[in-house]
C-alpha cells in the first residue's frame, strides 16, 4: 500500500482528510479525529537512514501509528515496523509503505491506532 493509497482508504472509512501543518514539510500528513482532535496516523517522507539501519539518502514514506504499548516490542520484530520517527516510541511506531508489510497488517494497525486515540 502507497502513501495515496492509504489516504484514500483514511478518507473512505473514517472521512478524515489530511492536514499539511508544516510549511517546512508539505508533504507530512496528519489524520486526527475531529471530536477530539488527536492524531491517529502521520504520514511522513524521509531519508531512508533515518530508521533503517545502513539506509541512504533515498526518500521513503512511511506511517506512524499509536498501538498498545505491549503490542511494541513484538511488532518491531517484523520486517518494515520500527520504532517511532519522532514520536513516543514506548505507544507509536513506524510503519515502512510499500512491500515489506501486507495490506491485511497496515489496514488492522491504522484502524487499531484509530480506536486508541477515540
Not at 511522513?44 to 521513503?60: F, L, R, S, T
Amino acid at each position: 500500500m502507497n502513501r495515496y493509497e492509504l489516504i484514500a482508504y483514511i478518507q473512505n472509512n473514517y472521512g478524515v482528510i489530511p492536514e499539511y501543518p508544516w510549511a517546512r514539510a508539505p508533504t507530512f500528513a496528519t489524520f486526527k479525529h475531529g471530536n477530539n482532535g488527536k492524531w491517529f496516523a502521520v504520514i511522513m517522507d524521509i531519508a531512508a537512514k533515518k530508521i533503517v539501519e545502513g539506509g541512504g539518502e533515498e526518500k521513503i514514506d512511511i506511517v506512524n501509528v499509536k498501538v498498545l504499548p505491549e503490542l511494541v516490542g513484538s511488532l518491531r520484530l517484523q520486517k518494515g515496523i520500527y520504532p517511532a520517527y519522532h514520536m513516543n516510541k514506548e505507544h507509536w511506531v513506524t510503519v515502512k509503505l510499500g512491500a515489506e508489510v501486507s495490506v491485511a497488517e497496515l489496514i488492522s494497525l491504522v484502524d487499531e491506532s484509530y480506536r486508541l486515540t477515540t
